[in-house]
């Protein structure tokens, strides 16, 4: 390998490349900084985990909510005052049962619902989990500590630009009459993507 590869790589720090791709956004007359600050309020404050835990809860609770969630989940999530951006065309609506496992990636690159479940990890982003999950779907679970039994069938769903997709949890047993707040507690945004369970279910 020719010595120069190593001195061609190391030419200018992340902050030198992030400043000089910002100044050639704001020669052309666009204002980087205001997105990037508009960006990161969303994904703080908005695009929240919290908010696909509480269409969860409410699917739970309301058999008349569910059904409308499952036949059109974009419809329904705007009950709840929850949008999403205009080119996610369809929220699926998967269900986990006793006996169907539902996981989700995006093969391509790492399309979520985010305004529904929040921006994804970095590891959804990994080619690793993108490409194995498909291929070993129960090895890949196990690793990150979801161990199913043999008998439940896991089904893969790959996200598309427009078509994103949001997991259903098993509500536990014991929760009877429990709030759609306290419910909401018991969902995380690994259990949306379907990476892990409740305890319990
Ligand atoms: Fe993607």
Redesign the pocket.
């Known amino acids: 390998m020719p010595d120069n590869i190593h001195i061609r790589l190391n030419t200018a720090s992340v902050e030198a490349r992030v400043d000089a791709i910002q100044a050639a956004f704001e020669e052309r007359g666009m204002k980087p900084a205001e997105f990037i600050q508009e960006f990161r309020e969303l994904a703080e404050e908005k695009w929240l985990p919290e908010n696909g835990a509480r269409v969860c809860a409410r699917a739970w609770t309301d058999p008349a909510f569910k059904a409308r969630l499952m036949a059109n989940g974009k419809d329904a999530v705007a009950e709840l005052g929850l949008s999403m951006p205009a080119h996610h065309r369809y929220l699926v609506v998967l269900e986990n049962t006793a006996s169907i496992h539902n996981v989700i990636v995006?093969t391509?690159?790492?399309?979520t619902a985010f305004s529904i479940i929040g921006l994804p990890p970095d590891w959804y982003k990994d080619l690793e989990y993108r490409a194995r999950v498909v291929r070993q779907s129960r090895t890949v679970l196990k690793e990150m500590g979801l161990e199913l039994p043999a008998s439940t069938e896991i089904r893969v769903w790959d996200?598309t630009?427009d078509t994103r997709y949001m997991v259903l949890p098993m509500r536990p047993s014991g929760t009877e009459g429990w709030s759609e707040e306290k419910l909401a507690e018991l969902i995380s945004k690994d259990m949306m993507i379907g990476v892990a369970r409740i305890a319990g279910t």
């Not at 391509?108 to 399309?111: E, H, P, Q």
């Open positions: 995006c391509l690159c790492s399309c996200t630009a």
